[in-house]
């Protein structure tokens, strides 16, 4: 069983450039988080979908968007690219359930902004 | 608030010795905890949860004990090896002001086993 895949891998981008990273969840997951890591940091909380509608939003300004696909792939978009956007961009996927909540990562995007 | 407390930030252990990294939560319907492993330049990987209705879970070397009534819970690593060094995450889901209860990380634990 494929886990969660995330694409691009790496991404280099120009300040003030937009950038668009993907997420495919594991089969049968119909949640998506978004979480940025700058290095050596915790996990920041961006964005959960679920069934196709955007669930939570973390403490990120609005350049920071996102979207659920009827298949539950995800999309994040980040607008007006900043050097602080520069991080390791980590998706994650799990069963919408209250008795498990595990969610599992991809091996994540890292974006750096030049 | 929705949070989840985690403590130490950073943890340094001779190898052989035991490790203990401590999680409280906000939220009392809170039922599932799980821990994570993050290796360098690696993503997230669950090692070890507990849910709910036990207090307490085992694999090998590795054990979470859960304090209900406290909302608190720990993760134990006794005989420690270096490759064991790692920022290691306690999670759990919090009710949000949306109602939804979204899985919520501790702001991890950097644990370093010197040999």
């Known amino acids: 069983e494929a886990g969660v895949t995330q694409s691009p891998t790496h991404l280099i981008k120009t300040r003030g450039q937009q950038a668009t990273l993907r997420c495919s969840p594991i089969?049968?997951?119909?949640?998506v988080y978004w979480y940025q890591q700058a290095l050596g940091l915790g996990l920041q909380f961006l964005l959960w979908y679920d069934e196709g509608e955007e669930r939570n939003r973390g403490n990120f300004p609005p350049r920071f968007s996102g979207r659920q696909f009827p298949n539950y792939s995800s999309e994040l978009n980040v607008n007006a690219l900043e050097l602080e956007d520069s991080a390791l961009y980590l998706c994650?996927?799990?069963?919408?359930?209250?008795?498990?909540?595990?969610?599992?990562f991809g091996e994540g995007s890292w974006l750096t902004v030049v | 608030g929705e949070n989840v407390e985690q403590h130490p930030s950073t943890l340094s252990v001779q190898e052989g010795d035991s490790a203990v990294i401590k999680c409280t939560y906000s939220d009392s319907a809170s039922n599932y905890f799980p821990w994570y492993k993050q290796e360098l330049g690696k993503r997230p990987q669950l090692i070890i949860d507990?849910?709910?209705?036990?207090g307490e879970k085992k694999d090998q070397r590795i054990a979470v004990t859960l304090n209900k009534t406290a909302k608190h819970f720990s993760l134990h690593i006794t005989e420690t090896q270096p490759e064991d060094s790692a920022v290691y995450f306690c999670?759990?889901?919090?009710?949000?002001?949306?109602?939804?209860?979204?899985?919520?990380f501790g702001t991890g634990t950097k644990l370093q086993v010197i040999p």
């Open positions: 089969s049968g997951h119909t949640s």
């Open positions: 507990i849910r709910s209705n036990v």
């Open positions: 999670a759990a889901p919090i009710r949000g002001s949306g109602g939804y209860q979204k899985v919520t």
């Open positions: 994650a996927s799990s069963v919408p359930s209250l008795i498990r909540n595990t969610i599992y």
